[in-house]
């Protein structure tokens, strides 16, 4: 990959016979590194080329964020702008990049994240739903910083996400996803929307759930609009 590309770490796809291959990215959250999210790969489906993505601001020894934020008194969140478009940015052009070397079209990516990473999977679906198929959200909320970039509603038809929380999530609270919940059932999409009870993390019934999501994803019957 070029330089204005991301650093990721990679699981090559194995299809079966008759399957097509697959691509998933996978996006940490702030202060990790791909090696965590990668820690999944052995769950995610086989048909996937599984592709966990570095973000490029660091913020210590392997600690890394797709941007910086700040957090008011009553919780309120501002983020870095420059570095969230910029963030966005190089992670369409590493998937971009990554599909086309791959072969494999949009409507056979799927983008993936644990937080922060989540909300840059969100992002990338909710401002260029053209590029992808579906996306995996644990964990996550929306950026009403980029409201104004979002894709006309008919853009979404087709598109598929799973979205889920921990109902005793102290970083991330509920309400979050119930905002993420109720923004997606205006679209023209098919959402999955689970709740676990958990705090901030990926629990195993939680995991499950959401790699058997993206295998259902992948059987013919889902791509016959395609």
Known sequence: MNSSSLSFLERPARPGPGQQPWLLVLMHGVGSNERDLFGLAPY????FHVISLRAPFAMGQGAYAWFQFTVDADGTRHIHVPQEQQARALVQQTV???AEQLGIPAQRI??????QGGIMALSQLLTQP?????VLIWHSRLLPEIASLHAPVQAFDGKSA???HGTYDNVIPLTSAHAIRDRLAQLPLQLSYQEYPGAHEIRPEELGASMQWLQDLTEPAADDDQ
């Open 130 to 134: 053209q590029t992808l198929r579906g």
């Open 162 to 164: 799973w979205v889920s």
């Open 110 to 115: 799927v983008l993936g994240g644990f937080s």
């Open 44 to 47: 995610v489906p086989p048909q």
């Open 96 to 98: 971009q990049a990554c």
